[in-house]
């Protein structure tokens, strides 16, 4: 199937009811209020097609592709660039609005321009409310459909901010005591993932970099306590602040990323990609969608400044949530990424194979989160145990896309985890799907430092992910100190490399919490459902990369 669709004719959103946890707080059509669209045009999916093939041939190991370079950012442009038409109608659009257009990328395949509430429901036929999610405490101004005109159908994939609602993904606070022992302290994870006292930073030109959107903000006093505490000779000389909101009071999940990452890469040069989304006028209210500007900042950065591993903690309900020409134009995101050799990780989520959003399992069905689930991204699940052997993480979200297709380098995993019996009904997901997560790691009681002296434990996949990328971020630095690439889109090499990873072969996850279905997946040999193909394992993982081109 085609990894972009095209908006349908005419260029509309079905109108949707406001979503579940959010409430209609204030009418503000007409506003004088500023805020940033986006415009991602449509790609053709023969272009996306080429671009899919080269980076599979030169992401697989045997490949005679693999190891000989990656892509630069210009030649990916390229390849997948929109049409010209395209570049022009949406610019005249803009144009005839009074707005300028922004061109950030390369190829023009976004296209951006700063607009008044008043004029955005001109363009768009929209009506703008301000909407709060009292869960998160997060307010969005949101539209709950759109239509662009005739003349643009089939340029434009997506538009946003429009009918998108989304909040944090707050890990979860065990306990705030801040006494421990704690069970994952960066010394207990890097002994057990095989990382002993290795360092990096050997390679002068590796990166690596967590990101963080609505609110979550750096705090370097928080970074420095908590390296002084725990790994004192690891302690980065500084992180480098990329995006609209990067510092300010400590946020749990920003510091939890931005801790963890350089405690496992230690010594690699460490990023963070802060996003905030919010109205420079407004400290409260956020107009812009922040994910989509971390996609397409990516995307201006040069092949020489970007770092070459994402960490992310940002997912939520595919099915119910996230539409399916959504999921796909930002999907073909993931793959530029790819094909630059750069390696993203998302965290699997948290509500094991119920809905984050309602609970539960709504049309008792199990719902996929996303990004998770995007065939172009390495998923990460969660564990538990604080040794080895590990056990699967109950909250460790897993299962099958209903948007993507289970790709190549997985159809024999997923065929030997069917084939191994003793799962819920196949009634509950799609058979055909994407599988996730792609590996795990320890999911609880990690010690997170917010303040001068406040230390929490955490739990949650937003614990996995920034652990296995420091883990990557290692990878790389032995690699490029080696005159050899980055290991970019990760998962065809881990398939094809399951024994250099500690598989996770007990333990089961929550399911929809009633009586009907009380459990989802459980852990067994080889890939599964809950905790993938295992945790990472550097010193084995070492002796595979370094055996590669």
């Known amino acids: 199937a085609a990894l972009v669709l095209a908006l349908s004719a005419g260029a509309s959103s079905a109108a949707l009811t406001t979503p579940h946890g959010w409430r209609d707080v204030e009418d503000v059509s007409g506003s004088s209020e500023m805020l940033s669209l986006s415009f991602f045009l449509h790609l053709c999916p023969k272009k996306v097609s080429l671009l899919e093939a080269e980076v599979l041939e030169r992401s697989t190991p045997g490949n005679p592709k693999y190891g000989q370079g990656w892509m630069s950012n ?11 038409e ?16 922004v061109f950030p990328t390369p190829n023009s395949d976004v296209i951006t321009a700063t607009v008044s509430i008043e004029t955005a429901e001109k363009m768009l036929a929209a009506d703008y409310r301000s909407y709060h999610h009292a869960g998160s405490n997060t307010t969005l101004v949101r539209t709950l459909s759109y239509t662009l005109p005739e003349s643009l159908s089939g340029a434009v994939s997506v538009v946003g901010p429009t009918d998108r609602f989304t909040t944090r993904t707050a890990p979860i606070v065990q306990s705030t005591d801040g006494d421990g022992p704690y069970d994952n302290s960066p010394a207990n994870l890097r002994s057990m993932y095989g990382v002993g006292n290795t360092d990096g930073g050997v390679a002068s030109d590796n990166k690596q970099a967590v990101t963080a959107f609505l609110g979550e903000y750096y705090n370097a006093k928080a970074e420095a306590n908590f390296f002084k505490r725990y790994l004192p000779r690891a302690a980065p000389d500084s992180i480098k602040l990329v995006g609209d909101a990067t510092a300010g009071s400590a946020g749990v999940e920003a510091m939890l990323d931005i801790e963890y990452m350089p405690a496992m890469g230690a010594l690699i040069e460490t990023e963070f990609w802060g996003f905030t989304g919010k109205s420079p006028n407004s400290p409260i209210t956020i107009t812009d969608e922040p994910f989509l500007t971390w996609l397409y900042t990516v995307g201006n950065t040069t092949d020489d400044d970007v770092p070459m591993v994402f960490s992310t903690s940002y997912g939520e309900d595919e099915t119910i949530e996230v539409p399916t020409d959504y999921s796909a134009r930002i999907n073909a995101e993931f793959l530029k990424c790819a094909g630059r050799g750069i390696s993203i990780l998302f965290a699997s989520g948290d509500s094991g194979a119920a809905s984050a959003a309602y609970g539960g399992c709504p049309n008792d069905q199990f719902t996929p989160t996303w990004p998770a689930g995007s065939p172009f991204v390495t998923a990460v699940g969660g564990t538990t145990g604080a040794a080895l052997p590990e056990s699967a993480w109950s909250g460790s979200s897993g299962g099958f896309s209903n948007n993507f297709a289970a790709p190549s380098w997985q159809a024999d995993a997923i065929a030997t985890f069917f084939a191994t019996g003793g799962q819920p009904d196949s009634s509950y997901y799609n058979t055909s799907g994407r599988g996730y997560p792609d590996i795990a790691a320890q999911a609880v009681d990690y010690p997170v430092v917010i ?12 614990c996995a992910s920034p652990t296995s990328g420091g883990i990557i971020g290692l990878l790389n630095d032995a690699r490029l100190a080696a005159g050899k690439t980055t290991l970019g889109f990760l998962n065809p090499l881990l398939y094809t490399n399951p024994d250099a990873l500690t598989d996770v072969t007990k333990g089961t996850q929550a399911g929809c919490g009633t009586t009907k279905q009380e459990f989802g997946f459980e852990a067994v040999e080889g890939w599964d459902a809950v905790t993938g193909l295992g945790s990472l394992n550097y010193e084995r993982l070492l002796d595979v990369v370094m055996a590669l081109p």
């Open 74 to 84: 210009e030649e990916v442009h390229e390849m997948v660039a929109p049409s010209a």
């Open 86 to 101: 395209h570049v022009q109608l949406v610019t005249e659009f803009i144009e005839a609005h009074g707005a300028t257009p």
């Open 451 to 462: 303040g001068g002296d406040l230390t929490l434990s955490v739990a949650g996949t937003s």
